[in-house]
């Protein structure tokens, strides 16, 4: 079964880190591009950041360059998303996401096909 678990999320202050992290199970991760989205009370769900299959590539909103970071762990099964230096406007439930990405050399916020349930990031003072 095509299973993406969401942990990490939390109540934290302006300037902050955490550290998201989501674990795959059920299919070959290696083969798939996996994306970060958030969405916030209210709002549309956007794209946060993406990689390629490979990890070669990756992408950000412009909300969030330099501050968060993507990476993957293939062989354990596991995505993160670090982000520092968080912003009020950073809350939203986060969610990873995943779609068939195999020989593609760049991601984006397109349609993504699996989704895990997200979890709670809240920036407050």
């Known amino acids: 079964q095509f299973t993406l678990v969401e942990s990490g999320g939390g109540l934290v202050r302006p300037g902050d880190s955490l550290r998201l992290s989501c674990a795959a199970s059920?299919?070959?991760?290696?083969?798939?591009?996996i994306g970060w989205f958030r969405q916030a009370p209210g709002k549309e769900r956007e794209g946060v950041s993406c990689?390629?299959?490979?990890?070669?590539?990756?992408e950000y909103a412009d909300s969030v360059v330099g501050r968060f970071t993507i990476s993957r762990d293939n062989g354990q099964k596991r995505l993160y998303l670090q982000m520092n230096n968080l912003k009020p406007e950073d809350t939203g439930v986060y969610y990873c996401?995943?779609?068939w990405g195999y020989g593609k050399g760049y991601c984006d916020f397109g349609s993504y096909d699996d989704w895990g349930q997200g979890t709670q990031v809240t920036v407050s003072s």
């Open positions: 059920g299919f070959t991760l290696d083969y798939y591009a």
């Open positions: 996401a995943a779609t």
């Open positions: 990689i390629t299959a490979s990890g070669g590539s990756t």
